[in-house]
Antibody, heavy 117, light 110 residues
Framework: QVQLQESGPGLVKPSETLSLTCTVS????????WSWIRQPPGRGLEWIGL???????KYNPSLRSRVVISVETSKNQFSLNLSSVTAADTAVYYC???????????WGQGTLVTVSS | QSVLTQPPSASGTPGQRVTISCSGG????????VSWYRQLPGTAPKLLIY???QRPSGVPDRFSGSKSGTSASLAINGLQSEDEAAYYC???????????FGAGTMVTVL
């Protein structure tokens, strides 16, 4: 059973870079696509982007200028970097697996990131 | 940024049937598969339906999905108190070249 776990700072200052890591256990990161999805408090879900082990990447057009998603195969991890953050980036950030069939079958538990000085 | 439209709320009494619609723009729903997720308060979303009407193992058969034209629907038969949650539809958007979610429907069990 594949499990995903997000990790990273829970507080980021405005204008700085938000960095999160998702660790995949119980399966290999070498298959599937791996996404980041976020949810501002009290609001809906927003897809941020995805990466595959081969380096294939897609980003949400609304965030593309600030987002980098990368994969570290040796550690079975993938990461999110979101630059120039503002309070609007405060959200619970989830990592999720997509096996290329158009849906997310596995989610991490989520981690709250607050942007505040 | 939702390009998939869902009603903000739905409700029913225990045992009733509740349906939630998910309608898209011109390039959504019809060309790509729709999935549905249930999010209980304070927890991560969980896959409920994929490929419009397929259930992952472990999801009760009282949850069903369907597609009609450019809309998809989720039906909950035999509504139970534990079904009180937010429900989201999602699809790959060819026009945005990425995934899009509906804004979510909050289901209340009266």
């Amino acid at each position: 059973q594949v499990q995903l776990q997000e990790s990273g700072p829970g507080l980021v200052k405005p204008s700085e870079t938000l960095s999160l890591t998702c660790t995949v256990s119980g399966g290999s990161i070498s298959s599937s696509y791996w996404s980041w999805i976020r949810q501002p408090p009290g609001r809906g879900l927003e897809w941020i982007g995805l990466v595959s082990e081969s380096g294939f990447k897609k980003y949400n057009p609304s965030l593309r200028s600030r987002v980098v998603i990368s994969v570290e195969t040796s550690k079975n991890q993938f990461s999110l970097n979101l630059s120039s953050v503002t309070a609007a980036d405060t959200a619970v950030y989830y990592c999720a697996r997509d096996e290329g069939a158009g849906y997310f079958d596995n989610w991490g538990q989520g981690t709250l990131v607050t942007v505040s000085s | 940024q939702s390009v998939l439209t869902q009603p903000p709320s739905a409700s029913g009494t225990p045992g009733q049937r509740v349906t939630i619609s998910c309608s898209g723009g011109s390039s959504n729903i019809g060309s790509n598969t729709v999935s549905w997720y249930r999010q209980l308060p304070g927890t991560a979303p969980k896959l409920l339906i994929y490929n419009f009407n397929q259930r992952p193992s472990g999801v009760p058969d009282r949850f069903s999905g369907s597609k009609s034209g450019t809309s998809a629907s989720l039906a909950i038969n035999g509504l139970q108190s534990e079904d009180e949650a937010a429900y989201y539809c999602a699809e790959w958007s060819d026009s945005l070249n990425g995934y899009v979610f509906g804004a979510g429907t909050m289901v209340t069990v009266l």
